[in-house]
């Protein structure tokens, strides 16, 4: 398998525009995780579902952000409108069971709002 | 909540030396800890997982324990490389959340 695949990997916009962030899971993992990751706050969890369905959303910043999960191999995240705080690393990750044993990550996506 | 502390920040060490990176959590009833390895502009690689009934996981080079009534672990890596320099995070699984991860430890282990 290739892994937890995401796109894009680097992203610069400017303020107010819609972002966009993609992830393809692990074939067969049935828990998708949304982190974010900065040097002041280091990992921090924004969303994560099991089987497409959202079950914790409270590390959602603000209402401009957003999550999707159509189908058991694609999810979004959606900043909309982004702000310069908004620039990070953001993780997805997937795993089997969801319970910490086998969770693996993508690579990142590294948003820059200027 | 849980709250996961790695310290120190950051680390650097000459090549060869054995090292100890520590690891804290508030909340002791946890399901198991893992340790994970990032390396610059990637995603993390998990290292090691130990399970609350297990006290020590071996990897090679590497040894994490776990004391978890005292809310502590450590991630031993001997005979240290330049290619150990990464960002080294501690995780812990509760049950109730997804993993919940320290800020971790940036090691640089020089030539």
């Known amino acids: 398998d290739a892994g937890v695949i995401q796109s894009p990997r680097h992203e610069v916009t400017e303020m107010g525009q819609e972002v966009t962030l993609r992830c393809k899971p692990i074939s067969g993992h049935n828990s998708l995780f949304w982190y974010r990751q900065t040097m002041m706050r280091g990992l921090e969890l924004l969303i994560y579902f099991n089987n497409n369905v959202p079950i914790d959303d409270s590390g959602m910043p603000e209402d401009r952000f957003s999550a999707k999960m159509p189908n058991a191999s694609f999810s979004t995240l959606k900043i909309q409108p982004s702000e310069p705080r908004d620039s990070a690393v953001y993780f997805c990750?997937?795993?089997?069971?969801?319970?910490?044993?086998?969770?693996?990550f993508g690579e990142g996506s590294w948003l820059t709002v200027v | 909540k849980q709250e996961v502390t790695q310290i120190p920040a950051a680390l650097s060490v000459p090549e060869g030396e054995n090292l100890v990176l520590n690891c804290s959590f508030t909340?002791?009833?946890?399901?198991?800890l893992q340790w994970f390895r990032q390396d610059p502009g990637k995603g993390l690689t998990s290292l090691l997982l130990i399970q609350s009934s297990q006290r020590e996981q071996t990897s090679g080079r590497l040894n994490a324990s776990l004391d978890k009534s005292s809310g502590r672990s450590t991630l031993y890596i001997a005979a240290s490389q330049p290619g150990d320099s990464a960002t080294y995070l501690c995780a812990v699984y509760s049950g109730n959340t997804p993993l919940v991860f320290g800020k971790g430890t940036r090691l640089s282990v020089i030539a």
């Open positions: 990750a997937s795993s089997e069971t969801g319970d910490g044993n086998t969770i693996y």
């Open positions: 909340d002791s009833a946890i399901y198991n």
